[in-house]
Every structure is written in C-alpha cells, then in structure tokens.
C-alpha cells in the first residue's frame, strides 16, 4: 500500500515537473532566409576580394535575440539554377511556419540558356512559357521556364512551409547614362513586382530605392563602390543596398518582420 502511494506520488511529481518543462519552454525565434546571387552573399560572406553582398550586413538592423538570420544566397546562381542545383530544396527543409524568405535573382537570368559556361539564364518575363533544351553542364535534356515562373514556384513552396515571402527586385549596377544610373523598371525589376502582386508576395522594389541613392551621390562615388566590376560592391556599396532593403520593408504596414528591426 505504502509502496504504491509512494510510486503514485512520484508519478506525479514527474508529470508536474515535465509539463512545467513544456509551458516554461522558450518558443523558437523564427527566422529570416536570405537567398539570391552574389549581390546578397559574394564568395562566402567573409569580404574576400574586398566584395560584399547586402546579406552580410542586414542582421545590423536586426533583434537577433528575437530572429535568427541565414544567408543562404550563392554567387552565380539565377532564379533557375538556385532551384535546379538543390539550393532552394536545402533552404526550404529548414523552413518552419512563422519564418520568412527574402529573395533577390535577375542579374544571371539574362544569361544564354545551354552555354557550356554556366547554363543558367532563363526565359524573359513572367508567364508560362517553356523550353527544352540539352544541358551541357549537367548533360541532361531541361525544361527551362521564365523568371517569373521561378520565382513564382519559390513563392508558393514558402507559403506551402508558413512561411513569408518577400520579392525584392535586383539592386542596379553601376551602368550610367546621360548622369543616371540605368534602371531595372523595362524588365527584371519589373516581372519581380509583376510576380509578387500575382501570387501575394510582398514586393520591395529595391533597384528603385537603391538607384534613387546612386543619382544622388553621382557615377563618380558610385563607382568607387564596385572595386572589380559594375554588378560587385565593396562594403560601403552592400550597406547602401542593405539599408534599402531595410527602407522598403519599412513602407508595408503589415509586414510581421518589421516587429523584429531594431527601433
């Protein structure tokens, strides 16, 4: 009887202690993915070459007690081959509800579709267009589609996950023209916006904000910004980029991530 009690008391003891355990756990800080090419993440984040990406520095503005932040971005990567190399999949595995996912592609989807360099552009626009075509890199046939439709799967596999997705369109390079920087607005800049407001994305309209800064400071500062070429910044030019970002997010009221910038 004595036996018994004292197994029942210590039975007890064990689930008060547990489900104390469970209601005390902290909950799990969500997290901001960062993909995109080597204007997001160049080289492996570290400034080799004296080049940065934009996503080396926007955890600056972050709470990071209160949200994680992972660059998951890859240099020469286009909306295509982040999906096709296994990027995207590797990224969206770790994906939880709550989370959320900041794109950024275009600079590499102008590229030629089968070239035995890199085989990664795609398809103009954003509608449903496809092309088959043989693959010298992975020497497999391919169907290739528009950018649009890429960034469009990425959007709906987030979704899928609960996660946020935000569409950024690409930051300028430093091409100018009659004093002002040439602008995304005729073509990727352009279908990003097109693609967030077709499938419910949130839009950042990042060439505009950034290129907006590049007219003021003028081509001959902004030059001095892309030490190797005119797509790579140095850190000067992916803070600029970085604080774009930063600026757009801030224009959409109801964007949950805002809640975890740092006042």
């Known amino acids: 009887m004595k036996k018994n009690l004292l ?36 080289g492996k984040g570290k400034g080799d070459g004296a080049l940065w990406g934009w996503g080396s520095f926007i955890n600056e503005r972050f709470d990071t007690t209160k949200i994680n932040i992972e ?9 295509r081959t982040f999906r096709t190399r296994g990027l995207w999949d590797s990224v969206l595995e770790k994906i939880k509800p709550g989370d959320f996912v900041i ?29 088959e075509i043989y693959n010298p890199i992975t020497k497999q046939q391919e169907v290739v589609h528009t950018y649009g439709w890429y960034l469009a799967k990425i959007v709906k596999e987030a979704k899928d996950k609960g996660a946020i997705p935000i ?9 100018w023209k009659d004093g002002k920087v040439k602008r995304g607005e005729g073509d990727y800049g352009k279908w990003a916006r097109e693609t967030a407001l077709s499938t419910g994305a ?16 003028g081509e001959a500062k902004v030059s001095t910004m ?21 600026e757009g997010m801030k224009t959409i009221q109801d964007l949950a991530l805002n809640q975890y910038l740092i006042k």
Do not use: W
Not at 108 to 120: I, K, V
Not at 167 to 175: A, E, H, K, Q, T
Not at 226 to 246: C, K, L, M, Q, Y
């Open 103 to 131: 794109m950024q592609f275009g600079h590499n989807d102008g590229s030629p579709l089968d070239d035995s360099a890199r085989a990664r552009g795609t398809i103009k626009g954003t509608g449903d267009e496809f092309k």
């Open 202 to 217: 949130y839009f950042i309209d990042l060439n505009t904000l950034t290129a907006d800064k590049y007219d003021v400071l």
């Open 226 to 246: 892309f030490p190797s070429d005119h797509t790579h910044t140095n850190r000067e030019g992916a803070e600029i980029n970085g604080a774009s970002v930063v």
């Open 167 to 175: 569409i950024c369109s690409l930051v300028p390079r430093s091409d």
């Open 71 to 79: 660059n998951d971005a890859l240099g020469g990567t286009s909306s």
């Open 7 to 42: 197994f029942r008391i210590s039975l007890l003891s064990a689930i008060v202690l547990l489900s104390s355990f469970i209601l005390l756990k902290p909950k799990e800080k969500p997290t901001l993915f960062l993909i995109g090419d080597s204007t997001v993440k160049n």
